[in-house]
């Protein structure tokens, strides 16, 4: 019989996202504490998936924004 090693699972129950996308909205989770991470959609690969992969213990949620480096969105900045 060969060894098995587990390296990772993620999971939610049915109605979670619900529940969780109420609390947000009601501001009882600071949604803030979670994101570790703003990049431009150019940056995917490197700021993103390889960042996700390779920091993995760092990071939670790293935000994509979609207009790229030249969009118009203030939160790349903050």
Not at 31 to 40: H, K, L, S, V, Y
Not at 69 to 76: E, T, Y
């Amino acid at each position: 019989m060969g060894e098995l090693n587990l390296i990772g699972t993620a999971a939610a129950y049915c109605g979670e996202h619900a529940q969780v996308i109420e609390l947000l909205g009601q501001g009882r989770i600071p949604a803030e504490q979670f994101i570790t991470g703003r990049i431009a959609v150019d940056d995917i690969v490197s700021g993103g998936f390889t960042e996700l992969i390779e920091n993995k213990d760092e990071n939670v949620k790293i935000l994509v924004h979609p207009w790229g480096r030249s969009g118009g969105c203030q939160a790349l900045t903050s």
